[in-house]
Each structure stands twice: as structure tokens, then as C-alpha cells.
């Protein structure tokens, strides 16, 4: 791994800047990437048509923004962004040949977009996050950053006097710890709900926390 640069000005107080990779340039992947460049992280995107499309979201992400190969991404992030819609997640896994040990946050909800609106994908009865989990064997997951609609995730995260909660699961304490203090520095508020099968089922889509319908804001 390439020694990591020096923090610009932003909200990063504690700790050492992180490199991101987020695979998928959509409304999610952009939203988190304007909150981690903004704070101070080194963030490099992929999508599906190339590098070369992405020269107009780097250049307005400014100086901490890159864009690279889906195989890139993935080895320039100590976290990697699967941000990518339910229905291309196979395909984006599939240009990684390798996904393991490296920590993968999951902020897919299983949504299709159809001129009625959001449509639910059926999941068989099986969690997202263990859906997704098959597709990176050998990542350590974490599910997060799932519960508000794109356009509020985009929005500053301190409102009414707190700041947005974001609920965290999975099974790897130093993943979880990793992507908490990413989400903490951005200015939301990390909460540890737990494992995958356990916290995860309370705000994957389905649960009761589930989202993007059930915002909290941490006082």
C-alpha cells in the first residue's frame, strides 16, 4: 500500500486520512464520495463505461478524487464501496477476481427502479448482506449507509442540533471500526448494531429499521 497523504483541511480530527474505493458512480457512490473527499479522504471511483467517463465527477470532487479500473479501485482502498444498483451487483463483483481479506462496505438496498417507482426485488427469503457476501468471498463486510434515499445521503448530516445516524453491521470488529471512523468523520453518528445475521436484520430492507425509510438523528 502507497503511504497515505497528508489531510487537506476538512472535518478528519482524529486519526489518519483513509483511501476509498467505491465501485458504482451513481447517486450513492457520489454522495459518499463528495462526504469522504470533503473530509479529508482520498477516494478513487469505477463504474462500468471507463475511467475516462468519470473525468467530470473528479474534477468537480477536486485534488483527493481519481478514477481507475473496477481492479484499481479495489486496491487503492483500505475500505472498497460496493455502491452500485441490486440488479448490476454480479456484474461488479465479478471484475474484482479477488475480494478477499479486503473490507467491502455494502449500502445496497434490493431496489429496482420502474416507472411506478422503487420496485422491491425478491431476495428469496435471504438477507441482502449474505447475498451480496457470496458475490465477495472472503471480504469482511460491513452493511451500512443504506437507510436514506440518495438525496438525503447527500445532505450535510448535522441536522435539528445532532447529526444522521448511521447503523453498522457485520462481523469483523476492525471493519466495523474502520468504516465507523470514516462515517464519524464525515459528521454523521457510527452505531454498531452488531453481527450480519443479527444487527444487519434490523435495518437491512424488510427489518424494522429498515431503510431508506427509517432516518435517526443522534442528540
Not at 486519526?15 to 451513481?26: D, K, L, Q, S, T
Not at 454480479?90 to 427502479?113: H, Q, T
Request: hydrophobic share 40%.
Amino acid at each position: 500500500m502507497s503511504p497515505r497523504r497528508k489531510a487537506a483541511a476538512g472535518r478528519v480530527c482524529d486519526g489518519e486520512p483513509m483511501r476509498v474505493g467505491i465501485i458504482g458512480a451513481g447517486r450513492v457512490g457520489t454522495a459518499l464520495a463528495r462526504h469522504f473527499t470533503r473530509s479529508g479522504h482520498d477516494v478513487m471511483l469505477a463504474n462500468s463505461r471507463g475511467p475516462q467517463t468519470l473525468a467530470p465527477l473528479v474534477g468537480e470532487l477536486g485534488g483527493r478524487a481519481s478514477a481507475g479500473t473496477p481492479q484499481e479501485t479495489a486496491d487503492f482502498g483500505d475500505v472498497v464501496v460496493l455502491a452500485v444498483q441490486w440488479d448490476q451487483k454480479e456484474n461488479a463483483a465479478a471484475l474484482v477476481p479477488s475480494w478477499d481479506g479486503r473490507i467491502v462496505l455494502d449500502p445496497i438496498n434490493p431496489n429496482r427502479e420502474t416507472a411506478n417507482g422503487l420496485e422491491r426485488a425478491d431476495t428469496g427469503g435471504r438477507r441482502t448482506s449474505d447475498i451480496v457476501a457470496s458475490l465477495v468471498p472472503g471480504a469482511r463486510l460491513v452493511k451500512g449507509f443504506n437507510t436514506y434515499p440518495a438525496p438525503v445521503l447527500a445532505e450535510d448530516p448535522a441536522v435539528d442540533g445532532g447529526r444522521r445516524v448511521v447503523l453498522l453491521a457485520g462481523d469483523d470488529a476492525e471493519a466495523k471500526r474502520k468504516v465507523a471512523e470514516l462515517a464519524d468523520s464525515c459528521g454523521f453518528q457510527a452505531v454498531d448494531t452488531g453481527s450480519l445475521a443479527e444487527g444487519g436484520a434490523l435495518f437491512e430492507a424488510g427489518g424494522p429499521l429498515g431503510g431508506p425509510s427509517h432516518p435517526l438523528t443522534a442528540l
